[in-house]
């Protein structure tokens, strides 16, 4: 598993509001848990993970409230736009639109 590359993130900690908490292995499903999640989800999953676009959040923002990335397009995109330039910044557009696809600076 690579690390992320996403400035800011760092594992025990949401990357949205900042809130320390445990792994979910230390808390079974427990309401302090952090989860790691890959911005470019479905058949990009393995891509995000290979080049360290992923953050950690917690369980609200991960999935369960209405600013969870999984049920709000506005943190999802922000998202998406901070790992293209990221991905860009580190291995260039071409390799960006090669493994992505997609372009969410330009919309």
């Given at each position: 598993?690579?690390?992320?590359?996403?400035?800011?993130?760092?594992?025990?900690?949401?990357?949205?509001?900042?809130?320390?908490?445990?792994?979910?292995?230390?808390?079974?499903?427990?309401?302090?848990?952090?989860?790691?999640?890959?911005?470019?989800?479905?058949?990009?999953?393995?891509?995000?993970?290979?080049?360290?676009?992923?953050?950690?959040?917690?369980?609200?923002?991960?999935?369960?409230?209405?600013?969870?990335?999984?049920?709000?397009s506005v943190w999802?995109?922000?998202?998406?736009?901070?790992?293209?330039?990221?991905?860009?910044?580190?291995?260039?557009?071409?390799?960006?639109?090669?493994?992505?696809?997609?372009?969410?600076?330009?919309?």
């Amino acid at each position: 598993m690579s690390k992320s590359i996403i400035p800011g993130d760092e594992p025990g900690k949401c990357y949205l509001c900042s809130t320390y908490g445990k792994p979910p292995a230390a808390l079974k499903g427990g309401p302090n848990m952090i989860e790691e999640h890959h911005i470019f989800g479905g058949p990009l999953r393995r891509k995000s993970e290979h080049y360290g676009l992923k953050v950690h959040l917690c369980v609200y923002h991960h999935r369960e409230g209405p600013d969870a990335v999984h049920n709000n397009s506005v943190w999802d995109a922000t998202l998406k736009r901070t790992a293209e330039a990221c991905m860009i910044g580190r291995y260039g557009k071409g390799v960006y639109m090669q493994e992505i696809g997609r372009d969410y600076l330009d919309r």
